[in-house]
């Protein structure tokens, strides 16, 4: 991205504080901004115009409160600020964004990375929250007090104060002022220059003070092990440097915040003025989060979610329905002259990928209502209290993010697991996160909810069954959670700490383009592996094709009218093909869940992807019902069905037992190529991964057979 | 061979030759610790990089 001689600029800030939603108003890209910490976890670049029409390459960071970086993606903005990125020289100009609601707090990590001596500018975002919360900062007096150090006022989101930006960070490069550095007590200064000197005696290189302070002050070993100090190197300076601190009346940890807060207090005096009012969040957030009444909102909003999404999405979804029929029918009328073709397109491409596209409006609509909860700022109040069950099976504070993000997709769950400082913690979360509800999940929930059980007891029922399939993942993360944390990987209980964000109106910018976002995952997804998927599977359920297999059913049924022949001769070449045998072969295995042939190979074929088993219902049912028969959709055709051999012959194969298992299997079951190889990416070996894959598939089986057998008996 | 028979056989060959791709670059991407593996946040990343 960096060209030659292009300045670098990066963007650092406290968690939530806006720098992606600064990122793109400056660089035009559209990063992920979400209400809640954790959501940029990596490094990310662009390019932006200044005022002067220089071009700079602008880098957003991960968040956060302190150069004492102990998880993977605060150690991300030290090595970006230390330039020990590769390839890479440090920052040319710093950028803190800072939210105007808590400069203070905001401002410690500016004092911190002052040290450092790079050049700053000063960022003040959420000026608009600030003005309604009644505050007011003085720009101008702030930039005085700091030698000079642009200061800029915006608000991000409304754009307001962007050019300022842009005219105080070229400003910024071309002064390099920087915020002036703190006057540290006589005692810290001397065990700052004794911890350098024994670093540069060991590393036989320079250490600035900047750096000295940091292994002084810290109980990360991330600088240390950055500069190449061993472990047995540095315990006894830096012991010695501490009780050096500690002698004269300090507290080496606290000593750090209590010098900077301090000055910072003096800095800030007649800068901000007024008093943040906050009680419509405190009010709320006493009845949120509270211990019985906010799991039942939570339940009831959920409830009211896919109840809303079902009724919403009904009509669309029938457009869509009779969409696919019209392209099918006229695919067939077209390719008369050649019937393989003839079926590779209506039955497998244009059943297979229209199967899964009739999802479609579900997603969207589903998407913009997670979106609005997310941005008001409930998802991560809702997340909160699905955090007190987790922290108390172990897992740590910090896990709350990933999996909430996991509701959406595993992938960004994983990867969001980088916030957290324990590896081990890490480890334990990452295995969790597969379990929550992914959106790919949804099409075979809201599939089985459309066939038979909307149908039968009604939406409430349905919105019901949803709900429980998001909670039996929970239900079982849980303990799984807490064996893993307390026998296997013995994780230490981290303290709890979580900032959640303020509740704000949902900016339908952020929101529309977030369901834009899920939306258009959703259609290239069924326009490249699903569609791929489609051709692979229609042909092992279309060949082989013995001319004897049709005379055979011919004969056996002479007194059928000649529609209902050819049906059965479908089902019979169906029955025979490649798909057919191996389905039936290894049907015994999800006998016990009271899946047939068709679901067992819908199952197997969903193992790179969940969603494909709709498709692949959508390929075997259509295929097996003759071709141009005036062809139902899947649901009626799924109603249908029914046992054809065993104990159970001629009872339709879709109960209530059956549909439940099938959920369920699907809601436990590692049915995800890209979370597998995630898992092994972060979890750094493919063994967690394969661990995670086998341990998933067995409890989906066991719960499906469980949910079956059970259901059998006493319904 | 009939003119039915070739194109089927050239459709499948096709999606079967670009799953096998496919299979193999999510490999070799997180192999390498980048990119993303072609499932989910794939689209969405690919489009937060546009303009
Ligand atoms: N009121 C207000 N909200 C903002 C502003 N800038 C960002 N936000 C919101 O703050 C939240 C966090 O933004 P994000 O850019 O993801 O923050 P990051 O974690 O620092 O990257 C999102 O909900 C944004 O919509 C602003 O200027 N005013
Ligand atoms: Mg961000």
Redesign the pocket.
């Known amino acids: 991205m960096s060209e030659a001689g292009q300045a670098r600029v990066v963007l650092v800030?406290?968690?939530?504080?806006?720098?992606?939603?600064?990122?793109n108003a400056l660089t035009g890209l559209r990063q992920?901004?979400?209400?809640y910490?954790g959501?940029?976890v990596a490094r990310k670049s662009g390019t932006c115009e200044l005022a002067d029409g220089q071009k700079v390459e602008l880098v957003?960071l991960p968040?956060l409160y302190s150069l004492a970086a102990v998880s993977p993606d605060e150690r991300v903005v030290v090595d970006a600020l230390l330039g020990r990125v590769k390839n890479e020289r440090v920052p040319d100009v710093v950028v803190v964004?800072c939210d105007a609601t808590n400069l203070l707090r905001n401002l410690f990590l500016a004092a911190q990375i002052a040290e450092l001596g790079l050049p700053m500018v000063i960022a003040v975002?959420?000026?608009?929250?600030a003005k309604t919360r009644g505050i007011e900062i003085d720009g101008p007096l702030l930039s005085y007090r700091l030698n000079g150090v642009p200061v800029v006022l915006?608000?991000?989101?409304?754009g307001e104060g962007i050019t300022e930006v842009r005219r105080a960070v070229a400003t910024g490069l071309r002064q390099k002022s920087t915020f002036p550095t703190v006057t540290w007590p006589d005692a810290i200064a001397k065990a700052v220059a004794t911890v350098a000197l024994a670093a540069e005696r060991d590393t036989h290189q320079p250490v600035p003070g900047a750096l000295a302070q940091r292994l002084l002050f810290d109980t990360a070993p991330t600088i240390a092990e950055a500069i190449g100090w061993t472990a047995e190197a540095r315990e006894v300076p830096i012991r010695q440097a501490r009780e050096q601190v500690r002698s004269s009346g300090l507290n080496p940890p606290a000593a750090e915040p209590m010098v900077h807060y301090a000055r910072l207090r003096e800095i800030l005096e007649g800068v901000v003025r007024g008093v943040s009012r906050e009680t419509a969040t405190v009010a709320v957030d006493a009845i949120l989060l509270h211990r019985i009444f906010g799991p039942l909102c939570f339940a009831a909003i959920m409830l009211g979610l896919f109840w809303s999404v079902f009724a919403l999405a009904k009509l669309p979804m029938a457009w869509i329905q009779q969409g696919v029929d019209l392209t099918k029918a006229f695919a067939a009328s077209y390719l008369v002259s050649t019937p393989m073709l003839q079926s590779l397109v209506a039955d497998g491409v244009v059943g297979g990928v229209g199967a899964f596209l009739t999802f479609l409006p579900q997603i969207l609509i589903l998407f913009l209502f997670v979106g609005i909860l997310e941005?008001s700022g409930y998802m991560a109040r809702a997340a909160f209290i699905m955090d007190r069950l987790f922290s108390w099976c172990g897992l740590n504070g910090k896990s709350f993010v990933p999996l909430l993000s996991g509701f959406a997709c595993a992938i960004p769950g994983l990867l969001s697991t980088r916030t957290i400082e324990d590896p081990k913690a890490r480890l334990a979360t990452a295995f969790t996160v597969p379990f929550m509800s992914c959106s790919a999940r949804f099409p075979i929930y809201a599939l089985m909810c459309a066939a038979f059980i909307g149908p039968r007891y009604g939406a409430f029922w349905e919105s019901v069954a949803m709900v429980g399939m998001h909670v039996v993942g929970l239900a079982v993360a849980v303990p799984t959670a807490f064996i893993l944390t307390r026998f296997i990987l013995k994780v230490r209980p981290a303290p709890f700490v979580l900032e959640l964000?303020r509740y704000?109106m949902p900016?339908p910018r952020?929101v529309i383009w977030r369901m834009w976002q899920n939306a258009s995952e959703f259609v290239s997804k069924a326009g490249t592996l699903i569609f791929a998927i489609t051709f692979v599977v229609w042909a092992l359920t279309y060949f082989p094709r013995d001319p004897a297999v049709a005379e055979r059913v011919r004969a056996e049924s002479p007194q059928m009218n000649a529609e209902q022949v050819e049906a059965r001769v479908q089902a019979a070449y169906v029955e025979q093909s490649w798909m057919g045998r191996f389905g039936k072969s290894v049907q015994p295995v999800f006998d016990p869940c009271g899946f047939d042939w068709k679901l067992t190979v819908g199952v197997l074929a969903s193992f790179p992807a969940r969603e494909v088993i709709v498709s692949t219902l959508g390929i075997t049912y259509s295929l097996g019902e003759g071709s141009d028969a005036n062809s139902e959709d899947l649901r009626s055709a799924m109603r249908e069905a029914k046992w054809t051999e065993g104990s159970r012959v001629d009872t339709p194969i879709f109960t209530l037992p059956t549909v439940l298992a099938l959920m369920i299997f699907f809601a436990l079951c590692s049915q995800c190529g890209s979370t597998v190889a995630t898992l092994a990416q972060e979890a750094g070996s493919w063994r967690w991964a394969a661990a995670s894959f086998v341990y998933m598939t067995a409890l989906a089986w066991i719960f499906a057979t469980a949910v079956y057998q059970i259901g059998s008996k006493i319904l | 061979m009939n003119l039915d028979a070739v194109i089927t056989t050239l459709a499948i060959s096709a999606a079967t030759l670009w799953l096998l791709r496919r299979l193999w670059l999510t490999l070799q991407a997180r192999r390498k610790g980048r990119g993303c593996a072609g499932g989910c946040g794939c689209a969405a990343e690919k489009l937060a990089d546009r303009r």
Not at chain 1, 13 to 23: A, C, E, I, V, Y
Not at chain 1, 32 to 35: A, F, M, T, W
Not at chain 1, 125 to 129: G, L
């Open positions: 800030g406290n968690p939530n504080t806006g720098k992606s939603t600064l990122f992920r901004v979400g209400n910490p959501v940029t957003d968040g964004v975002n959420q000026m608009d929250a915006l608000s991000a989101w409304k941005d964000p704000q900016k952020d």
